[in-house]
């Protein structure tokens, strides 16, 4: 399954509108990190595809989403679950952190 990139306009149907786990990356074109945790999420995204559905939401083109979240500085990842955010992480972690990250908060 593809990361499924959403919008300011698409964000509240794609993301707060869901049950269970939804995993939001906030990432911008230009920034190194976010290229380089991209496809760590991709393989998560295909191999955890039971446990959370991956969004992505560029910063650049959709600044509202960001702010709402306090989006400071990117890569962030913010999980949802049923629509309410539950957990927030700052900075790219390597595969096997993330999928801890995920199910320790997907409880």
Known sequence: ?????????????????????????????????????????????????NTVSICKVNIDDNPETPTTFGVRSIPTLVLFKDGQPVATQVGALPKAALVDWIHKNAS
């Open 1 to 49: 399954m593809a990361l499924k990139e959403v919008s300011d306009a698409t964000f509240k149907a794609d993301v707060a509108d869901q049950s269970g786990l939804v995993l939001v990356d906030f990432w911008a074109p230009w920034c190194g990190p976010c290229q380089a945790v991209a496809p760590v999420l991709e393989q998560i995204a295909e191999e955890e595809s």
